[in-house]
């Protein structure tokens, strides 16, 4: 399993979980456990195309995830951002 850390705007999906564990040996399968468990997440974060939406940032550990084909190892935790805008 891997730890997925849940950004505050996306907690609603989690019933207010900030972290939850998911399964797969990429990051695109991860996502999609996690829409499995949480309807609906997936979407907040990856658009139609399959890519990572702009307003949003993956990392595993301290590496930003580009694409989510990326694989995981034992042991890797998953990080979601949400981009912080202001006026």
């Known amino acids: 399993m891997t730890r997925v850390m849940i950004p505050s705007q996306l907690i609603a999906y989690t ?5 939850v564990e998911a399964q797969g040996p990429t990051v695109d399968a991860v996502m999609r ?9 997936r979407f907040r ?3 139609e195309q399959g890519r990572i939406r702009k ?3 993956i990392f595993v550990g301290m590496d930003r995830v580009e694409a989510l084909d990326r ?8 990080l979601i951002f ?3 805008s202001g006026g």
């Open 45 to 47: 974060v990856v658009d």
């Open 55 to 57: 307003h949003m940032r």
């Open 15 to 19: 019933g207010g979980a900030t972290r």
């Open 33 to 41: 456990d996690l829409d499995r468990q949480f309807e609906g997440l």
């Open 82 to 84: 949400g981009a912080l």
């Open 71 to 78: 694989p995981l190892r034992p042991g890797d935790e998953v």
